[in-house]
């Protein structure tokens, strides 16, 4: 017993108390008083490979181990805009898959719940360019993005010199407003203002992908990141035009919550996610 207590490094008392507590669960003495010292009862001999089993299982829920993403079985939930997916998922998309093949991104959309439901572990990152609140959330910062404002290539207001349009030419055209979440964020009457007021609005589309259909035969202009308006621009033979300077660069982020934040699979996938974002004109 004194032996044990030293071990321990606790009192033989307290040994004592413990032996007398397994007695009373096993409904057997484990230990008795022999010529040659104490020595374990049959019941006590047949618990051995048990409790060292259960010894082994329980150090190893504390061991270090090494993460290893080739062996991760995983579906990560993710809120994000489409231009999230295109600017930041997309570009990762393949370094994770042969990194992690068994792993899963499933995208889901912004919503009024979801730093809800980041707290509570139902998603487990949020990719966003709005401000986030870094009080409830960890977060990193992806990149600095701007805006361009994206027509048809025959616009008036397509300007060869490469200077910005004012806010006077800006507002004189219809417009293609986007809006974030829910909610309906529109981002781009925040930045304007008392002159919000000014802008005429003939369509709003809750993502981004769609705004060219709607430029084709019409003069209206749809203000997008720079990212998603040089591919659109590119693909669907568009012109492009500086924005107002009013309309300043943003952040783009991911996010994720305390519970996550010693996770490793979880920063790993930030790892990747921040690796992999492309540049604008790449």
Not at 217 to 223: F, R, T
Request: net charge negative; glycine share 6%; with cysteine.
């Amino acid at each position: 017993m004194t032996g044990t207590a030293r071990r321990l490094g606790i009192s033989q008392p307290a040994v004592s108390r413990s032996l007398a507590q397994l007695r009373d669960a096993f409904q057997d003495p484990l230990l008795i008083r022999t010529n040659k010292g104490m020595e374990l009862t049959r019941r006590g001999e047949d618990l051995i490979p048990s409790v060292q089993n259960w010894l082994a299982h329980t150090n190893s829920l504390f061991a270090t181990q090494e993460f290893d993403p080739e062996h991760l079985t995983r579906r990560f939930r993710l809120a994000s805009t489409d231009f999230g997916v295109t600017a930041v998922l997309a570009p990762a998309l393949g370094a994770i898959h042969r990194m992690a093949p068994q792993a899963m991104l499933e995208i889901v959309p912004f919503s009024e719940a979801m730093h809800a439901k980041l707290a509570s572990g139902e998603i487990d990152l949020i990719v966003t360019g709005l401000e986030p609140d870094l009080q409830a959330t960890y977060g990193r910062i992806l990149f600095r993005e701007r805006f361009l404002c994206l027509m048809r290539k025959d616009h008036p207001a397509v300007k060869r010199d490469g200077q910005p349009l004012s806010v006077g030419q800006f507002l004189q055209w219809p417009h293609i407003a986007v809006l974030v979440g829910e909610n309906g964020f529109d981002r781009i009457n925040s930045r304007l203002g008392d002159r919000a007021g000014e802008r005429t609005i003939i369509a709003a589309l809750p993502y981004f992908q769609a705004a060219p259909s709607l430029l084709r035969d019409s003069d209206a202009l749809v203000v997008l990141p720079e990212r998603a308006a040089r591919d659109m621009a590119s693909a669907y033979d568009l012109g492009l035009a500086e924005p107002p300077g009013d309309l300043a660069d943003f952040e783009y982020w991911v996010l994720w919550h305390e519970r996550n934040r010693r996770d490793a699979a979880t920063m790993w996938l930030v790892d990747q996610l921040a690796a992999h974002c492309r540049a604008p004109d790449e």
